[in-house]
Each structure stands twice: as C-alpha cells, then as structure tokens.
C-alpha cells in the first residue's frame, strides 16, 4: 500500500477541470450524472482509504481490531503506519461520519416539515393535483421529493409571472421532481462533506440540475425565451441578495451568479444531446482527466484494502 | 426562548424571525380554539408568557396581512378570527420552515437561487433580449 493509500484523498482534484468547464459541449443531464458518479465513487474511496490508514496506524492503540500478530517487525515493514497520522484519519473519520448525519438529518428535517405544512391542504386529483400555491407575499418556489412529489409555489411568486413564465416555472420544479434531483444533490452533497475537494463537483452538479431542468421546462413549453424570462423574472423578483460575505469582495472582477449564467444558456443554442464531451475540445480533456483521477482514485483504495487483507490473512493463524 | 419572546428589541435577526413565527404560530392556534371571533385581550390571556397587548395586536395584524386571520370591527376594537382556508394555514407553516431552516436551499431545489450583487443589471439585460419579440414587448410596456 504505503504512498498510494493517501492518493484518493487527493485525487478529487482532478474532478475539478471538469467541475469548472461544465456545460460546455455536454448536456446538462449528462454533466450532472458524470459528476455524480465520479463524486461519489471519489467519496467513497476516500473514506475507505481514511479506514484504512486510521487502522493501521492507530494497530497499537487497545481498541483496533487488528490482531495481537500485527506488531510483528516483518508485517510493520510491510504496512506503512504512523501512529499520529493514524490517530488523525480516525478523528477525520469521526468528523466526516458526523458532517454526513448532520446533513442526512437536515434533508429528512426540512423535507418532513415541508410536508407537514402541507398537510390538510385539499389534494385535487388529475394533472396539476402536485401543484400547492399557498398565499404569501414572499415569493418563492420549491420542488418537493416524495410520493407523490409536490411543488410548492407561493401566490407572491406567481404574480410576478406571466402566464406562460409560470408554465415555465411550473415544468421546471416538475422536471426536479421527475428525474429526481434531489438524490443527486443529497449524494454530491454528501461526498463533498466526506472530501472538501469534492465541493467544487457539488456546486457544479447543483447548477447542472437547475440547468437539466431549464432544458426539460423549455421543452414543455416549447420556447426557450420562455423560460428565459421565467427564470429572470422570478429571480428579480425574489432578488435574494446575499448578505454581503466574502463572496462580493473575493470577486474583483464580478463574475456572472448561477442565475444570470442560467438565462444566458437558454437564450443561447440547444445543448448537444451527447452525454460525453468531444476527445479534442478542453472539455474532453477535462472529463478524461477526471475519469483518470476516478480509477487511479478506485485502483488505490482497492489496492490499499486487499493489500491489508492480504497482509491479514497472512498474519492471522487460522 | 424566553429571550425570543421579548425579542422585538434585542437579538440578531434571524432569532427574531424565528421567534416571530413561533408567535404567530401560537397567536393562531389560541384562536382556532376560541367559539367565536376574539378580542386580542382575550388572545392575550390564553397565551403562554406574558406577552405585552401590543405585541398580540402586532402579530395579529401581521397575521392579517398574511392573510390567516380575518377581524370585524366591534366597537372602537377588533374582534379576530382565524381565517378558515386551508392554505392560508399550510403557507404560514411554510413560511415558518423556510424561515427557521437556514439551509433549505441545500435540500429543496429553489427555483432561482441568490443573486451576486451584479447580476440584476445582467438580468435585467438578458431580459429586454428576451423579451425582444413582439408579444412580450407588449406586456413590458
């Protein structure tokens, strides 16, 4: 194992070309599957590798599981260990388990309050029965996953909207709910608390999404102006403002927010339908480089645990 | 909680919401269970904690603008009663989620999100050149 076993833990970042070039020569949906995948596979990776290296390196600590036989000298030449770093990855691994439920209990909490708030309002049956306007001034709109999904939409949203922008609207908290959405926001969102270099993947494949389902919208409502202004609109009329963090004074040279960038690609051509970038475009290269970051990522970790188990069968007397 | 109550003056923002919500929560709740339309002195002593009557016709005029309670005038004074929909309802409890979970955009997939501080003259730009045929130049105007 030695060296290898901490490559997966860096090897996110070669997800990163592929996060920042999104959207070019690739569908939405393609974009957001790709890097839902690859995050996921890197998360995973990592964790084991942080099992790993805490293993072996805390072996002399009362507690590990590993056998009595593993402070023989010819298995601790053969094991890199390091009792600090060991004892770090376990504290990293503790972190990461609680960051992971911290965020799965936020996702049932939100979406089980949602749910209730909803509760007692009549159902109506038929098509446009998921549709819940609840009056308030405030606007906003909102898919929300289940069985049966539901979109919520508040009358202060809906009047800043033309009728054809809220069919607009309407199509695209659909299309969230359709294609499920909200699984691939959960997982990014959970890999990138397992491995922070995953975060730029996670806002990416979040901006792919609201991108997949601008696409699936324009479709519906057969003009991509449409849903152009529908997207516009709303955020101007929501016009949530950060408060001003770091995020304004980072920026010297401002660059355009997710929504702006939105609009402009719906009032831009039709994405490609091909859910893989063309090989000589930097975007090809970006999504090979990424691929070859995902299996050296998976080579390593496997490598790591069979090594380990290798090692461990050896030493074990059974 | 005892500190959200008395809120109005002191504390950060986004307690104070919360704390409002919770309030207009109860406000409503306390007058779902009165027979009849209520005067807020009456809404003020079935409510936990000793609110100050200003602060009940605060929330219950809140609570009017959100469209969940209805009053009659009575005399110089209000009587009060929650209003009867359903939705008006369930839009406050939204209202009460959205404001007491800081991270809701991370979990439900908002429709627009945060605007940087120069994207509304870029809209405002990408929306005149969608807006640019002639059916939409006509509801502009």
Known sequence: MGFFVFLPLILPLTAVPIARLTGQHLHPRGAARLMTVISAVMAVCSV??????GVVGTAQIP????????????VRAALPYHETV????????ALVLVACLRTAVRHVRVRSRARRALNGLPKVSGPGGDLAVLPDHSPYAYALPGSPGRVVVSTGMLDGLA?????????HERAHLVHRHHRYLL?????ANVNPFLRPLQEAVAFSAERWADEESAQAVGDRRITARAVARAALVSRAVPAPGFAAFAAPAPAPGPVPRRVAALLGPVPSSRNWPPAKTPAGLAALVAAVGTAASALCALNAAVALLVVLKAVTPL | MADERHAPAAGDAPARRRGQ??????????????????????????????????TVMTILSRLHAKNAVSRTRSGRSYRWQAASDAAGLAALRMRRMLDGEADRNAVLASFVSALLPHDEELLRALLDSASADPAAADRES
């Open chain 1, 63 to 74: 507690g590990n599981p590993l056998p009595d036989s593993w402070s023989d000298p010819e």
């Open chain 1, 48 to 53: 084991l590798c942080l099992g790993l290296i």
């Open chain 1, 86 to 93: 060991g004892t770090a990855a376990m504290w990293l691994l």
């Open chain 2, 21 to 54: 919500g919770e309030l207009e929560a109860q406000v409503l709740a306390v007058l779902q269970c009165a027979p009849g339309p209520a005067t807020a002195g009456w809404v003020q002593e079935r409510l936990e904690g000793d609110l100050a009557y200003t």
């Open chain 1, 187 to 191: 997982t990014t969102q959970l890999a």
């Open chain 1, 163 to 171: 009728e054809d922008e809220r069919e607009a609207l309407l199509a």
